[in-house]
């Protein structure tokens, strides 16, 4: 690397405004949850449209919000089993994400009820197969 890219970068890195964002940063990635966590997604650097596409094409139809929830909050020996059909064993990538699963799960189940709809268990997050 050249000397004066280098003293370029340095000069940017010591602003005011880039210390902040560093910062920032730094807190969001070492946020932990309730259980003490470091709080991680599994879908890396993908955003969720890129997984949304890619679920589309892999299930022949758009997916449920429970198939895009597990895509990017599931261990990845999880998500395997799960668009293979076995719905058992669920391992999230931190706690919240387990609450949150349970919570909906919990309020969807209580809507179904409350309507008398009868349960719909391909909403409460088991294995969805796909299309055709």
């Not at 009820?113 to 088991?126: A, D, K, N, P, W």
Request: charged share 25%; with cysteine; glycine share 10%.
């Amino acid at each position: 690397m050249q000397a004066q890219a280098w003293e370029d970068m340095c000069r940017q890195w010591n602003t005011e405004a880039w210390l902040k964002r560093s910062a920032s940063g730094t807190s969001n990635r070492n946020t932990t949850d309730s259980g003490g966590n470091i709080s991680r997604h599994t879908g890396g650097s993908i955003g969720y449209d890129e997984h949304r596409i890619r679920l589309t094409a892999q299930l022949g139809r758009p997916p449920r919000f429970l198939e895009l929830f597990f895509q990017t909050h599931l261990d990845k020996a999880s998500k395997m089993k799960y668009f293979d059909g076995d719905d058992t064993g669920k391992k999230f990538c931190t706690e919240t994400a387990r609450e949150l699963y349970e919570a909906y799960s919990q309020a969807l189940l209580e809507k179904q009820i409350s309507r008398g709809t009868g349960v719909r268990t391909s909403y409460l997050g088991h294995p969805l197969r796909k299309a055709g």
